[in-house]
């Protein structure tokens, strides 16, 4: 059993990561949560935790940071400092180029790249059989569609490494377009077989069976309370939108419609039996890092709420290109590092694993 | 050896057009109503044969915030001090739900203001035009769109001349007698070079005031326009501006353009040179009443730099650079550094 951290102690680390990475474009704050972020990565890697492809994404992330960067240099022409002019007749791309467009371009994309690394980091951690535990009971079935939609693209991933490195060995060479067919044909193969095999897993532990049916009546009863509580959530987003300043009503129509929803969902969860064969425990280590994320999350909400200008970064006119630092926030997000820092050292049996797969 | 012969043929495209481009200066009007109804017109010079309408305010150095990464294009967000504070505010803070108030863009078309179809950045707007900026419900109809000023008005004492200065009146003898024809004459010269022009068009003002007048130094480059409002007025007070320097007892007599202000009789004449700078902005009148409504001149935020849109190095980014963020950031580097190397230890190494 491999796992550094209990579920929960992730999730919450995630929420307090995710909330600074969310609130500001300032690239100097990113930088530090980009840093904390690879380090994690590296731990979690020496740890043997399966990366599940997201090397490949990640550059890929990269590639469309970098073209966003372009697009947004020569699509917005606004700001004061200009590099280069183009011809204001050409469409879209014509105007003044700008230094700012280019910052803002840059900015954003480190915001997505440390977006991506957060979650690649959290993916490496909490495989979707971890946090499908997580959810309530009631959403078991959405969890697994949910899970197997996410695994995916890094499946994929994955079996197209293996495959191209299977053809290579053959001899075959990867130069031009025609060359990938013998790629992709066992892909698709691959790909068919795997749902295939999973739909006969599924159907084999009863997946979607109704072991314990709901009375008619009550069921009547649970799809009438869904019904008006989706009309009243409606009905009070609704309202919130419509009026600067909505009635009570609103208040009530949209809380009493989350909280119809919320019964049902709970009262369903009740008749849902869960097995567990694993059990996940709480650890010293666990406690220290929930600690060091609500004080991420704590300084953050304090900060943002009191003052928005801290973590803003907008490089045009009239604010400066110049990004704002404040040490203590800084030195607040290092705490993104705090699971490489707290996550015991490699086990004998994790370091003669790795000696004997990287002699 | 086809890729340089495109790579040429592009280049010269390119300069041609940007060649073709600088043909001579052009003047676009500007008329910005704000929800007090305060009017404030700027006559923009520029040398492209067009430019977008974003352009239009961005060069007449009304401050401005803008969010120029809308889906659709550039929405403007804040002019002066009225608008909404993008990136902490929504730019449409204040269009959430039924009231909806905004920044609404005009284009004055035979005499009218005809609502604009397309976004700011979108518009090309080409010399002679008036474009039309009003904070309210800006909806095609039933919008308040702002004094129908022709361009002839705005930029009529525009005359860009080579003597780069321009020599108002600044003293001011005001009578509490209420004076619906008091007028001023800023006789604004400005050098080709500036990109935008002064006018003073000024519209009546009721009632009566008295008022001791201060001679205002800050003499700039548009003109604000008290609406017909209850407002009354008294000496405008003296807004910084370094390219002026009234003497100690300044006199104004106002000539042309009028102004109805109320029981204001400017009496203003005065030798004081002014030297106009492309960001440079006319307040009138120079003197305002008690109660009466303020516009304050455009103030550069900190770290705004308002300067020509030429090109210009990466390290002049921003001005002066600031040391602290960046001592702090390297501090706060050096920890993280601290923590990867504990990290490293405890984990053994690279293993």
Same mark, same amino acid.
């Given at each position: 059993?491999?796992?550094?951290?209990?579920?929960?102690?992730?999730?919450?680390?995630?929420?307090?990561?995710?909330?600074?990475?969310?609130?500001?474009?300032?690239?100097?704050?990113?930088?530090?949560?980009?840093?904390?972020?690879?380090?994690?990565?590296?731990?979690?890697?020496?740890?043997?935790?399966?990366?599940?492809?997201?090397?490949?994404?990640?550059?890929?992330?990269?590639?469309?940071?970098?073209?966003?960067?372009?697009?947004?240099?020569?699509?917005?022409?606004?700001?004061?400092?200009?590099?280069?002019?183009?011809?204001?007749?050409?469409?879209?791309?014509?105007?003044?180029?700008?230094?700012?467009?280019?910052?803002?371009?840059?900015?954003?994309?480190?915001?997505?790249?440390?977006?991506?690394?957060?979650?690649?980091?959290?993916?490496?951690?909490?495989?979707?059989?971890?946090?499908?535990?997580?959810?309530?009971?009631?959403?078991?079935?959405?969890?697994?569609?949910?899970?197997?939609?996410?695994?995916?693209?890094?499946?994929?991933?994955?079996?197209?490494?293996?495959?191209?490195?299977?053809?290579?060995?053959?001899?075959?060479?990867?130069?031009?377009?025609?060359?990938?067919?013998?790629?992709?044909?066992?892909?698709?193969?691959?790909?068919?077989?795997?749902?295939?095999?999973?739909?006969?897993?599924?159907?084999?532990?009863?997946?979607?069976?109704?072991?314990?049916?709901?009375?008619?009546?009550?069921?009547?009863?649970?799809?009438?309370?869904?019904?008006?509580?989706?009309?009243?959530?409606?009905?009070?987003?609704?309202?919130?939108?419509?009026?600067?300043?909505?009635?009570?009503?609103?208040?009530?129509?949209? &809380? #009493?419609?989350? $909280? =119809?929803?919320?019964?049902? %969902?709970?009262?369903?969860? +009740?008749?849902? !039996?869960?097995?567990? /064969?694993?059990?996940?425990?709480?650890?010293?280590?666990?406690?220290?890092?929930? &600690? #060091?994320?609500? $004080? =991420?999350?704590?300084?953050? %909400?304090?900060?943002?709420? +009191?003052?928005? !200008?801290?973590?803003? /970064?907008?490089?045009?006119?009239?604010?400066?290109?110049?990004?704002?630092?404040?040490?203590?926030?800084?030195?607040?997000?290092?705490?993104?590092?705090?699971?490489?820092?707290?996550?015991?050292?490699?086990?004998?049996?994790?370091?003669?694993?790795?000696?004997?797969?990287?002699? | 050896?086809?890729?340089?012969?495109?790579?040429?043929?592009?280049?010269?495209?390119?300069?041609?057009?940007?060649?073709?481009?600088?043909?001579?200066?052009?003047?676009?009007?500007?008329?910005?109503?704000?929800?007090?109804?305060?009017?404030?017109?700027?006559?923009?010079?520029?040398?492209?044969?067009?430019?977008?309408?974003?352009?239009?305010?961005?060069?007449?150095?009304?401050?401005?915030?803008?969010?120029?990464?809308?889906?659709?294009?550039?929405?403007?967000?804040?002019?002066?001090?009225?608008?909404?504070?993008?990136?902490?505010?929504?730019?449409?803070?204040?269009?959430?739900?039924?009231?909806?108030?905004?920044?609404?863009?005009?284009?004055?078309?035979?005499?009218?203001?005809?609502?604009?179809?397309?976004?700011?950045?979108?518009?090309?707007?080409?010399?002679?035009?008036?474009?039309?900026?009003?904070?309210?419900?800006?909806?095609?109809?039933?919008?308040?769109?702002?004094?129908?000023?022709?361009?002839?008005?705005?930029?009529?004492?525009?005359?860009?001349?080579?003597?780069?200065?321009?020599?108002?009146?600044?003293?001011?003898?005001?009578?509490?007698?209420?004076?619906?024809?008091?007028?001023?004459?800023?006789?604004?010269?400005?050098?080709?070079?500036?990109?935008?022009?002064?006018?003073?068009?000024?519209?009546?003002?009721?009632?009566?005031?008295?008022?001791?007048?201060?001679?205002?130094?800050?003499?700039?480059?548009?003109?604000?326009?008290?609406?017909?409002?209850?407002?009354?007025?008294?000496?405008?007070?003296?807004?910084?501006?370094?390219?002026?320097?009234?003497?100690?007892?300044?006199?104004?007599?106002?000539?042309?353009?009028?102004?109805?202000?109320?029981?204001?009789?400017?009496?203003?004449?005065?030798?004081?040179?002014?030297?106009?700078?492309?960001?440079?902005?006319?307040?009138?009148?120079?003197?305002?009443?008690?109660?009466?409504?303020?516009?304050?001149?455009?103030?550069?935020?900190?770290?705004?730099?308002?300067?020509?849109?030429?090109?210009?190095?990466?390290?002049?980014?921003?001005?002066?650079?600031?040391?602290?963020?960046?001592?702090?950031?390297?501090?706060?580097?050096?920890?993280?550094?601290?923590?990867?190397?504990?990290?490293?230890?405890?984990?053994?190494?690279?293993?």
């Amino acid at each position: 059993m491999n796992d550094l951290f209990h579920p929960w102690a992730w999730f919450i680390w995630l929420v307090g990561v995710a909330l600074p990475a969310l609130l500001t474009r300032n690239p100097l704050y990113h930088s530090i949560l980009i840093g904390a972020l690879l380090l994690d990565m590296w731990v979690l890697r020496q740890h043997r935790f399966n990366g599940w492809g997201w090397g490949i994404i990640l550059r890929l992330v990269g590639g469309i940071a970098l073209a966003g960067v372009l697009l947004n240099a020569l699509t917005v022409h606004y700001g004061t400092h200009v590099w280069a002019h183009l011809p204001s007749s050409w469409p879209l791309i014509g105007g003044p180029l700008t230094w700012e467009a280019v910052l803002f371009g840059g900015a954003s994309a480190l915001a997505l790249f440390t977006l991506m690394l957060l979650f690649a980091v959290w993916n490496m951690s909490m495989p979707p059989s971890r946090w499908l535990r997580m959810l309530p009971a009631a959403l078991f079935q959405v969890g697994i569609i949910t899970s197997i939609a996410i695994t995916f693209v890094p499946v994929t991933v994955r079996t197209v490494r293996e495959i191209y490195d299977a053809q290579r060995l053959r001899g075959h060479r990867f130069q031009r377009l025609w060359d990938y067919v013998p790629l992709f044909a066992p892909l698709l193969v691959d790909s068919l077989e795997r749902s295939i095999s999973l739909a006969e897993s599924m159907a084999a532990r009863g997946f979607g069976a109704n072991v314990d049916p709901t009375p008619d009546r009550t069921r009547v009863l649970y799809q009438v309370m869904v019904g008006m509580g989706l009309l009243g959530i409606w009905g009070g987003l609704f309202a919130r939108m419509y009026w600067p300043h909505p009635p009570l009503a609103a208040w009530m129509s949209l &809380g #009493g419609g989350s $909280v =119809l929803v919320l019964g049902v %969902l709970w009262a369903q969860g +009740r008749r849902v !039996r869960r097995t567990r /064969y694993r059990r996940w425990y709480w650890r010293v280590r666990d406690t220290a890092l929930v &600690g #060091g994320s609500v $004080v =991420l999350l704590t300084v953050t %909400l304090f900060t943002y709420a +009191r003052s928005p !200008r801290m973590w803003l /970064y907008y490089p045009y006119p009239p604010y400066s290109v110049q990004p704002s630092f404040e040490w203590f926030i800084g030195l607040v997000l290092v705490l993104a590092a705090l699971p490489a820092l707290l996550a015991p050292p490699r086990s004998p049996a994790t370091l003669s694993r790795g000696k004997a797969e990287h002699p | 050896m086809r890729n340089i012969l495109w790579g040429l043929l592009l280049s010269v495209w390119v300069l041609v057009s940007v060649t073709r481009a600088a043909d001579g200066p052009h003047r676009v009007g500007l008329v910005i109503r704000y929800s007090t109804g305060q009017v404030e017109t700027y006559c923009v010079t520029f040398s492209e044969p067009e430019i977008t309408g974003v352009e239009v305010l961005e060069r007449s150095g009304v401050p401005l915030i803008v969010d120029p990464n809308q889906s659709v294009g550039t929405a403007v967000c804040k002019i002066g001090n009225e608008g909404c504070d993008y990136p902490l505010q929504d730019c449409f803070c204040q269009c959430q739900g039924v009231e909806c108030m905004y920044w609404a863009y005009y284009h004055l078309v035979e005499g009218h203001w005809v609502y604009s179809r397309v976004g700011a950045s979108s518009y090309k707007v080409h010399d002679g035009d008036v474009e039309g900026w009003s904070w309210g419900p800006g909806e095609p109809g039933h919008g308040d769109p702002p004094p129908v000023i022709p361009f002839s008005e705005i930029c009529s004492g525009a005359t860009a001349t080579p003597t780069p200065t321009l020599t108002p009146s600044p003293t001011t003898t005001p009578t509490s007698t209420p004076s619906p024809t008091s007028t001023f004459s800023p006789t604004p010269t400005l050098s080709p070079t500036a990109t935008h022009t002064p006018t003073s068009t000024p519209i009546p003002v009721s009632p009566p005031l008295a008022a001791t007048p201060t001679p205002s130094p800050t003499w700039t480059a548009a003109s604000v326009l008290p609406s017909p409002s209850p407002a009354t007025r008294s000496p405008l007070s003296p807004v910084s501006s370094p390219t002026f320097s009234p003497p100690p007892n300044p006199t104004v007599t106002p000539t042309s353009p009028s102004v109805a202000v109320g029981s204001l009789s400017p009496v203003v004449s005065a030798p004081p040179t002014l030297t106009p700078t492309p960001t440079a902005r006319m307040v009138w009148p120079p003197t305002l009443p008690p109660n009466a409504v303020i516009i304050t001149p455009p103030r550069p935020q900190p770290g705004y730099t308002s300067s020509p849109r030429t090109p210009s190095p990466v390290s002049s980014l921003g001005g002066a650079v600031d040391a602290s963020p960046w001592a702090s950031y390297v501090l706060t580097l050096a920890v993280l550094g601290g923590v990867a190397l504990v990290v490293y230890v405890r984990q053994g190494g690279r293993g």
